[in-house]
């Protein structure tokens, strides 16, 4: 669940249009089968994308880039930080489960539960990256002008080397509050599914 991070830095000095943090998304499926919890257990195990930043496999993934581009602007005696324009490009990657046709009405019911919340918790990470691209790209265009272009540079690289360790820090702090709460999360999801499908709001599983 812990995002592989792929920071490409990228410095430029050819003028570009002045725009806000952006992000490109992606997502990928990986199939899951089997009739059983036990056996849909293993199928995650089995299957789920690989970490690098835990060396396991994850429930559900999300891979991420940074990329920035900078502009300057040199006068007389100063040069200071004309745009900066930072991307994230992310890729999603989700478990879909080979259903049978006649699997059993719980079964059903916990994976429709346990899918959407891995789905949340991808999606969350998503918005941690893209909030952090944000605060990135104001704390470089907000950078106070330099004798030479060399100094806003290494001033540039240091926000940005700054920026995205607090990233870092976020995702990794997101995903240790998860897991803590994962089982109590979980029941209490599966208890307001089943009261909306008694009410009628949702399909029976």
Known sequence: MNPSLLCALMLSITAMPAGAASLVKTYSYFSVGGRTLDDIQNQLSKNGPEVKSTGSRHPGATQMAFTTRISYAQSAGSCRVADAAVTVKVKVILPEWRRPRKSDPGVRLVWDTLSADIKRHEERHVEIAKNHARLLEDALK???????????KVNAAAVQAAELAMHDQDQVRFDRVESVNFESRILRLMRYRMERVEAGQLPPP
Do not use: I, R, S
């Open 142 to 152: 907000a950078l106070p002008p330099q004798k030479t272009c060399e100094q806003a």
